[in-house]
């Protein structure tokens, strides 16, 4: 299945999917609140404010499945992210990223390998994948910042890829 094509929801509760960012690159990541990867989140709103004039967006994806590190619902994750961090990229609706009922995005991104060839569950929070508008994904690990040189290189590739097309 092309994962361009799997029904998604807005934190707000509205349909998208990322065929609505399909000529763009798509940093997916699985967010949390309470985390001591939370962080992240100054350096991710720092590449949507960078890059997102060039065709870059990030979708956070709140998940609740790790130590229960992100129990708000929508309204406490939306106003912890634009109080705390200034978020202004897409956030969508919890998500189960992993185990029999996760979400069918994450089924797909799963299957997707990192730079150790290493395949399978999310490992934590803030797990990344880069969607390029080819299709193509590259996956970090949660230990992995938003704005390190491989991230930023796959980033790079992508805007390359769009402005090419």
């Known amino acids: ?6 029904p998604l929801t807005t934190i707000d509760g509205d349909a998208t999917s990322l065929g609505d960012y399909a000529d763009q690159v798509v940093m997916i990541v699985n967010v949390a ?11 991710l709103e720092e590449l949507q404010r960078e890059y997102g004039d060039r065709g870059f967006t990030v979708l956070g994806f709140p998940c609740n499945q790790f130590a229960g590190q992100e129990p708000g619902d ?3 994750i939306k106003e912890f992210c634009s109080m705390t961090y200034g978020v ?13 009922h996760r979400h069918p995005l994450y089924a797909e991104l799963t299957t997707v390998t990192d730079a150790d ?3 399978g569950r999310v490992k934590w929070n803030f ?9 193509q994904v590259v996956r970090f690990r949660p230990t992995t910042l ?4 491989a991230v930023i290189a796959a980033i790079e590739e992508g805007l390359a890829q769009a402005k090419a097309a």
């Open 74 to 76: 929508g309204d406490d």
């Open 33 to 43: 609140s309470r985390c001591g990867l939370t962080p992240q989140y100054e350096k």
């Open 117 to 119: 060839g290493k395949a």
């Open 146 to 149: 938003p704005d390190d040189p």
């Open 88 to 100: 202004t990229f897409p956030l969508m609706e919890k998500a189960k990223v992993n185990g029999r």
């Open 1 to 6: 299945m092309d994962i361009r094509e799997i």
């Open 127 to 135: 797990e990344k994948f880069v969607v390029q508008p080819g299709g």
